[in-house]
T-cell receptor, first 117, second 113 residues
Framework: GAVVSQHPSWVICKSGTSVKIECRSLDFQATTMFWYRQFPKQSLMLMATSNEGSKATYEQGVEKDKFLINHASLTLSTLTVTSAHPEDSSFYIC?????????????FGPGTRLTVL | DQQVKQNSPSLSVQEGRISILNCDYTNSMFDYFLWYKKYPAEGPTFLISISSIKDKNEDGRFTVFLNKSAKHLSLHIVPSQPGDSAVYFCAASAYTGNTPLVFGKGTRLSVIA
């Protein structure tokens, strides 16, 4: 149980285009989903916290107009990288926190590798 | 300002020996600590956790020790196996509601056969 999927697993796009990444909790409902970004040889950097039915909370330094997050249901959150540029190339990972579970419980998706040419 | 620190970026251990991965934290509000294992191009997978009310938690080959006064925790893997080779992230949370985990930078463990 507690499976989180991400789609696509990898994507290559041209500079200036927008890319949407989906994060789904497959066998549980998640009130909160988190979006992380990982640069090579670095830690997971939290980008934003997404709560179902409300606006996402972005971490300092993350442009909310560039990284659009939608959490329309208890099983789906999407991250849209708008007008992507090569510096947005990274590994994006989501995690989901089940409803009524402890604050420390998060299940991670497999990640999405974005390459912007 | 890094709240969770893993000062060793890499560690090499021979198969069968003990691997010890260290983690330090600065935020005294943290009361729950987790270790995640991550293979390249995959998401982190949960390994083991410990609450601040304990000083040790064991699960098979994995044991986590917590020293609250020193704000230090460590993950022991014994015996180490080649399949344990991965990046290990230490994470911490403060049980204050919808707070995200704070991750360290990770330690790359290589277990040599």
């Amino acid at each position: 149980g507690a499976v989180v999927s991400q789609h696509p697993s990898w994507v290559i796009c041209k500079s200036g285009t927008s890319v949407k990444i989906e994060c789904r909790s497959l066998d549980f409902q998640a009130t909160t989903m988190f979006w992380y970004r990982q640069f090579p040889k670095q830690s997971l950097m939290l980008m934003a916290t997404s709560n179902e039915g409300s606006k996402a909370t972005y971490e300092q330094g993350v442009e909310k107009d560039k990284f659009l997050i939608n959490h329309a249901s208890l099983t789906l959150s999407t991250l849209t990288v708008t007008s992507a540029h090569p510096e947005d190339s990274s590994f994006y990972i989501c995690s989901a926190r089940p409803v009524l579970r402890a604050a420390d419980t998060q299940y991670f998706g497999p990640g999405t590798r974005l390459t912007v040419l | 300002d890094q709240q969770v620190k893993q000062n060793s970026p890499s560690l090499s251990v021979q198969e069968g020996r003990i691997s010890i991965l260290n983690c330090d934290y600065t935020n005294s509000m943290f009361d729950y600590f987790l270790w995640y294992k991550k293979y390249p191009a995959e998401g982190p997978t949960f390994l083991i956790s410990i609450s601040s009310i304990k000083d040790k938690n064991e699960d098979g080959r994995f044991t986590v020790f917590l020293n609250k006064s020193a704000k230090h925790l460590s993950l022991h893997i014994v015996p180490s196996q080649p399949g344990d080779s991965a990046v290990y992230f230490c994470a911490a949370s403060a049980y204050t509601g919808n707070t995200p985990l704070v991750f360290g930078k990770g330690t790359r463990l290589s277990v040599i056969a």
